[in-house]
Each structure stands twice: as structure tokens, then as C-alpha cells.
């Protein structure tokens, strides 16, 4: 969670992979990202990143992974901003209304 004068302004969460796909890759997987919309473009994003990415590093993680809606054009700028790279894999999600979601997978390299 971050705050930002005295506000909740975001978190994120993350952990083990829940995905297949993931399960012999050497990193970890970031779920999900959300900062307030208010709080766009103040670096808070940048910094639960980084934040959770150093957490990580000193777990010996070698990656972080996280999935990201085909077309979010917003969020794809973001990541590759803070070093994340399309992986080539993708799968497709059923969402609530049972839609289907297709995403694609980014990662970003550790290292000290």
C-alpha cells in the first residue's frame, strides 16, 4: 500500500506464480497494480514498482512476471517504461461475464 498526503493511494500484491506457464520459471509474479486515478503521473506506480521489485532482489528472485490486457496500450507503456519486456507468451482468461480476456506476458529482469 502506498499513501500520498495521508490518502490510500494505491497498493499492489504479489507472490508465488498461479499460473502453469510460470510454475518453472525463477521469479515471482506481480497480480495487481492500482493507484487511485487521482494519483496518476505523481510516480507512486514507479514507486510500488520499485519498491516490490528490490523486495524481491533481496529474495533472490531472478524475475518479475505480471499479465497485462492485450490493447492496454496505458498500462504496456508503463511497464516497459520501468524495464518490463513482452515475454511472447499469451493466454486467454474467462473473465466474470465470462468474455474472453487475452493477455500477454511481461517480465522484468533482476539483478543487483
Known amino acids: 500500500m502506498i499513501e500520498h498526503e495521508g490518502c490510500v493511494a494505491g497498493f499492489c500484491s504479489s507472490g508465488a506464480f498461479r499460473d502453469e506457464q510460470l510454475a518453472r520459471e525463477e521469479g515471482v509474479e506481480l497480480y495487481s497494480i492500482n493507484i487511485d486515478p487521482n494519483y496518476w503521473r505523481h510516480g507512486l506506480g514507479k514507486g510500488l514498482i520499485e519498491y516490490v ?60
Do not use: C, T
Not at 56 to 77: D, E, S, T
Not at 79 to 108: C, M, T
Open 53 to 112: 521489485s528490490d523486495y524481491y532482489l533481496q529474495k533472490k528472485a531472478k524475475a518479475i512476471y505480471l499479465w497485462v490486457l492485450n490493447g492496454n496500450q496505458r498500462a504496456m507503456a508503463f511497464y516497459k517504461n520501468l524495464g518490463f519486456l513482452p515475454d511472447g507468451r499469451s493466454k486467454v482468461d474467462y473473465g466474470h461475464a465470462g468474455e474472453p480476456l487475452h493477455e500477454l506476458l511481461f517480465v522484468r529482469r533482476l539483478s543487483a
